[in-house]
């Protein structure tokens, strides 16, 4: 008994050293973070809220340091890329789930009909607040109003009202550049709130008083657009012109915290109207759905944590250094444990456009609306774009929407 204790500690000892070393690889700086594109060039565009900002603080931030590595943050190294419109600005405002959405739906209209378009993002982002109000007043102010949301709010939204293309609606007045929704939002959440105070729940009112609001800072929507001639509403536009069905598309999820192969409600507070309808499975499962989906020619608007210590902001790649976890160790229960203790958040939402295959994993081309991804040179090609580690993805990327012919024998099961 105590010999074969004494073997065993005796091995444990012994294996310690090849753990640490295995574990000792990435190395990690602090760096201070000077004024990037949303400094200088969101603010600039907006003199009001250039004059309400505090002056930027240097930042320190506490990353690995991926100077010495061979990484594939080459626009032209993805050659396995579909077709996507150029990234553009979500500005000052947190409306990612949209601009992803809409990204990833123009890129599946080209992948279905050949047909290229932009379309409106503040159009969708205007409905979406009309309906947010609409569920806080049906339940007496016991519902989120805020500017975050999730993928399928898009294609919730379209069903309801449509769509236009972007000359039609930008959303954008006074010769502005970039959208600045901040005090639009605070003028709604406080009149919401007078209204919850005062027990106000006229509901007309309450969204006749938001959509002024609305109007007043990115214009009023249009009831009815001209296309090739042709006046039409923009669900006829959807329906005829686009023929997109909003319900193709579907809604991968991967927790343990709720039973696989069910559909579930996704619980994170954008998700404000609690949608069910989350297929939950398997992170392996998870995974190879998702590559299967990008070679097989589709993308993906995709959702996670973009706040991490691998997210360099110098190469714009993200990645799982080992002094966070091993990339063996990678499973259900290390993403669930972080998405358990809040280090992993739903903070971002991108459009999946392209892979590369490097050292037998995936790299995936990201493109993004926020300001992150802006920091770099403004003509270099990589402008707009990120790169992420399949680790990354496996660990740190919570869902998926994507066409449901992509994953049609995954669908099977549920």
């Not at 657009?225 to 991968?252: A, F, H, S, W």
């Not at 996704?266 to 989906?293: E, G, R």
């Not at 799982?320 to 739903?346: E, G, H, K, L």
């Amino acid at each position: 008994m105590k010999r074969k204790l004494f073997c065993a500690i005796a091995s444990i000892m012994f294996a310690i050293p090849i753990v640490i070393n295995a574990q000792n690889k990435d190395k990690a700086v602090f760096r201070t973070l000077p004024p990037g594109f949303y400094q200088n060039s969101i603010l600039r565009d907006d003199r009001e809220a250039r004059e309400r900002a505090e002056p930027a603080r240097p930042m320190k931030m506490f990353a690995v340091d991926l100077s010495s590595s061979s990484l594939p943050n080459k626009f032209s190294m993805y050659r396995n890329q579909q077709w996507h419109n150029p990234p553009v600005s979500q500005g000052s405002t947190s409306t990612c789930w949209c601009f992803c959405t809409t990204s990833f739906l123009e890129s599946e209209i080209y992948r279905i009909h050949k047909m290229k378009v932009k379309l409106s993002e503040m159009y969708t982002v205007y409905w979406e607040y009309v309906e947010k109000a609409r569920r806080f007043i049906r339940e007496r102010g016991n519902s989120l109003f805020d500017e975050g949301s999730e993928a399928n709010a898009v294609t919730r939204m379209w069903s309801k009202y449509g769509i236009v293309p972007y000359e039609d609606y930008t959303g954008l007045l006074n010769g502005r550049k970039f959208h600045n929704t901040d005090r639009m939002r605070e003028e709604m959440q406080s009149y919401l709130q007078s209204v919850k105070e005062s027990s106000s729940w006229d509901e007309d009112a309450a969204l006749a008083t938001i959509k002024s609001i609305m109007n007043h800072y990115m214009g009023e929507p249009p009831a009815e657009i001209t296309v090739n001639g042709e006046k039409m509403t923009p669900v006829q536009y959807l329906r005829d012109i686009l023929k997109i069905n909003p319900g193709d598309y579907v809604d991968i999820l991967s927790y343990t915290q709720e039973p696989f192969y069910k559909k579930v409600e996704y619980q994170v507070p954008d998700n404000w109207w609690h949608n069910s309808d989350y297929h939950n499975v398997p992170l392996d499962v998870f995974m190879t759905a998702l590559k299967n989906a990008v070679r097989k020619g589709y993308t993906v608007s995709i959702g996670g944590d973009v706040s991490e210590p691998g997210f360099d902001r110098v190469t714009q790649c993200a990645v799982i250094p080992d002094f966070d976890i091993p990339s063996a160790y990678i499973n259900d229960d290390a993403r669930q444990f972080r998405f358990s203790n809040r280090t992993t958040t739903d903070d971002h939402g991108m459009h999946l456009v392209g892979y590369l295959e490097k050292d037998g994993k995936d790299w995936y081309l990201v493109k993004d609306s926020g300001s992150g991804s802006r920091n770099n040179d403004p003509d270099a090609a990589e402008f707009g774009y990120y790169f992420f580690s399949e680790d990354y993805v496996k660990l740190k990327m919570m869902d998926f929407m994507v066409h449901k012919d992509a994953v049609k024998e995954l669908l099977q099961k549920f």
